[in-house]
């Protein structure tokens, strides 16, 4: 089993925590999206979407993650001999957390000039690999319209304050939730917590902890709580604790400079 991921990708966390829940061995690949590798004509042709995380398990390719963990949980199922663990109370908060896009939220965090540069040069990557791969220029130009489609929904403050709206939403329905079980879904770590869990480190990422975290005394206390579990510590807390969460992104914007000075995409 192959997957291929990226620390920062959200979604790939997902399906990584889920992973190391269950004790799945697999081998990692990383894909760094702000660089534009997940354009590379070999991985688009395995996953047109070209989002991450992709999950690859002999001819058996997905790439949504909620499909992913969905899979795993099957997998384990038809192995282990187990009944599935994913109860009604499990599905309903995954199909609520899958519910946000973290997109548009994300982006407006991010100040301008560095959205743009990272913006522009990704658009110039798609280009350079359409002349590479003349059949997939189709699948190509959706990826340009769309990153165009991106920049003007983030000119809409009206689609900005929609998405903090269900980031809103999905916080407070968590906090009182968390006032009644330990986890999402009742006394265990799920396959909901491992869905929610990267929302909170997107916030994290974001410097916006107090904004959305500290003033939820239950979510603040869940989160230190999922902190101490072995997954964190390996899919998350090796790259976000401290200085570590700077790492990878000073080294991607390094690349980014070097490669845009000598227009190499």
Same mark, same amino acid.
């Given at each position: 089993m192959q997957l291929y991921h990226h620390p920062y990708s959200m979604d790939s966390q997902k399906v990584r925590l889920a992973l190391e829940e269950c004790g799945i061995d697999? /081998?990692?690949?990383?894909?760094?999206?702000? /660089?534009?590798k997940n354009m590379d004509a070999s991985f688009f042709r395995m996953n047109p979407s070209a989002t991450l995380p992709v999950f690859q398990n002999g001819s058996q390719v997905i790439y949504r993650a909620m499909d992913i963990i969905l899979y795993i949980d099957r997998l384990i199922v038809s192995l282990e001999c187990k @009944? $599935? $663990?994913?109860t009604t109370e499990v599905m309903d908060w995954m199909l609520k957390i899958e519910e946000w896009d973290p997109k548009i939220f994300t982006l407006s965090h991010v100040p301008n000039k560095y959205r743009l540069f990272v913006s522009k040069f990704v658009r110039r990557v798609v280009i350079a690999r359409m002349s590479e791969a003349p059949d997939l220029a189709s699948v190509y130009h959706m990826k340009l319209r769309d990153a165009y489609e991106i920049e003007d929904k983030l000119k809409d403050q009206d689609i900005i304050d929609q998405s903090e709206e269900k980031l809103?939403? %999905?916080? @407070?329905d968590a906090e009182m939730q %968390?006032?009644?079980t330990q986890y999402l879904a009742g006394r265990e770590f799920t396959f909901a917590d491992s869905m929610f869990v990267p929302v909170l480190v997107r916030i994290t990422l974001l410097n916006l902890e107090k904004e959305y975290i500290d003033c939820r005394p239950q979510i603040k206390e869940y989160y230190q709580l999922v902190k101490r579990r072995s997954s964190y510590k390996k899919v998350i807390g090796k790259h976000f604790s401290g200085w570590r969460k700077y790492r990878i992104l000073v080294k991607t914007v390094c690349f980014l400079c070097i490669r845009s000075l000598f227009r190499m995409y």
């Open positions: 697999y /081998t990692s690949y990383h894909v760094n999206p702000i /660089t534009g @009944d $599935s $663990s994913i809103v939403k %999905l916080l @407070d %968390l006032h009644e």
